[in-house]
C-alpha cells in the first residue's frame, strides 16, 4: 500500500487559516486521497476526499498537486473545535480499507 | 439510527476471558469495518466485511481474534483468551460501497486486567 507522511503536530491561532501538508510519493493512478480527523474520545470522522482536482466542501478544501504526490488540506478559519489529529489516507477504487498513519496534531489556540 | 453504534462502550475483563464487541451500522450499508486504537498511535485496520463475507482479515493479529456478520448488517469482533495486550479502543466504521466515505463509532474501550 502507498504511505503518506505527515508533520507530527501544527498549531494555529483561532479563526486563521491552517494547511496541513501530506506527501504521497509512491501513489498509484486509481488512489483517492482521503482526508479525516479524529476528535479526542471520538471516533474518526470524514473531512473530504479527491482524486485528482482540487475539492471543496462546507468543512475544508483539498488541493492537490499536479503530480499528485502531494496534498493540503486547508482549514479555511480554524475554531476550538478543529483541535483533532488529521489523517491522510491513501484508498484504492477497488476496495475501501483505510491504513490510518499517525496523523497531524493539530493544536488551536484562542 | 443515525450513526454507528457499538456497545459496550467500555469493557474490563479479567486476563484470559473471552469478550465479544457488537457494532451496528448504519442502516443499509454494506461495507463494515473494524480498527483497533491504542493510545497516542493511528486506528489499525483489523477486518473488512462486505455483506455477510470477510473480504479482508489479514489485519487480525492472531486466531484469538475472530469477528461475523451473519445476516450482513450487525458484526460481532470476537476475542478468546484475553491477554493485557489486547487493550485498546476498538473501532467499527461502515459506508454504502467501499471507495465512499467511511462513518465510525464511538468504539469500545476494553481493558484487560
Known amino acids: 500500500d502507498a504511505k503518506t507522511t505527515q508533520p507530527n503536530s501544527m498549531e494555529s491561532n483561532e479563526e486563521e487559516p491552517v494547511h496541513l501538508p501530506c506527501n504521497h510519493s509512491t501513489i498509484s493512478g486509481t488512489d483517492y486521497i482521503h482526508w479525516y480527523r479524529q476528535l479526542p474520545s471520538q471516533g474518526p470522522e470524514y473531512v473530504i476526499h479527491g482524486l485528482t482536482s482540487n475539492v471543496n466542501n462546507r468543512m475544508a478544501s483539498l488541493a492537490i498537486a499536479e503530480d499528485r504526490k502531494s496534498s493540503t488540506l486547508i482549514l479555511h478559519r480554524a475554531t476550538l473545535r478543529d483541535a483533532a489529529v488529521y489523517y491522510c489516507i491513501l484508498r484504492t477504487d477497488s476496495w475501501g480499507k483505510l491504513q490510518f498513519g499517525a496523523g497531524t496534531q493539530v493544536v488551536v489556540t484562542p | 439510527g443515525a450513526g454507528v453504534s457499538q456497545t459496550p462502550s467500555n469493557k474490563v475483563t479479567e486476563k484470559g476471558k473471552y469478550v465479544e464487541l457488537r457494532c451496528d451500522p448504519i442502516?443499509?450499508?454494506?461495507?463494515l469495518y473494524w480498527y483497533r486504537q491504542s493510545l497516542g498511535q493511528g486506528p489499525e485496520f483489523l477486518i473488512y466485511?462486505?455483506?455477510?463475507?470477510?473480504?479482508?482479515d489479514s489485519g487480525l493479529p492472531n486466531d484469538r481474534f475472530f469477528a461475523v456478520r451473519p445476516e450482513g448488517s450487525v458484526s460481532t469482533l470476537k476475542i478468546q483468551r484475553t491477554e493485557r495486550g489486547d487493550s485498546a479502543v476498538y473501532l467499527c466504521?461502515?459506508?454504502?460501497?467501499?471507495?465512499?466515505?467511511?462513518?465510525f463509532g464511538q468504539g469500545t474501550r476494553l481493558t484487560v486486567v
Open positions: 466485511f462486505q455483506g455477510t463475507g470477510a473480504a479482508d
Open positions: 442502516s443499509g450499508h454494506t461495507a
Open positions: 466504521a461502515s459506508s454504502s460501497v467501499p471507495t465512499t466515505e467511511a462513518f
